[in-house]
């Protein structure tokens, strides 16, 4: 779950280590309610969205990989 640290995907290095360690297909958007309210769960997505993540990697973490868990 990577709501509450979004800032770690726009450093290369950090992303890179992701990619290496672990890969963006075990990594999912949670929302860390009611710790967090809306408005900056909407902020953390947005931030997913302009990430330097590949586009794969952003539909993944921000639903595909739920959904292939969930069904």
Excluded: C, W
């Excluded at 890969?23 to 309610?33: A, Q, T, V």
């Excluded at 902020?43 to 990697?57: M, P, W």
């Amino acid at each position: 779950d990577i709501s509450a640290v979004t800032d770690i995907l726009y450093n290369d290095g950090m992303v890179k280590k992701i990619r290496e360690t672990v890969g963006f297909e075990k990594i999912l958007f949670g929302s860390d309610y009611p710790v967090v309210d809306g408005r900056d769960i909407l902020a953390e997505v947005e931030n997913v969205k302009k990430s330097i993540l590949k586009d794969h990697e952003k539909e993944q973490v921000l639903g595909l990989n739920a959904l292939e868990i969930l069904g």
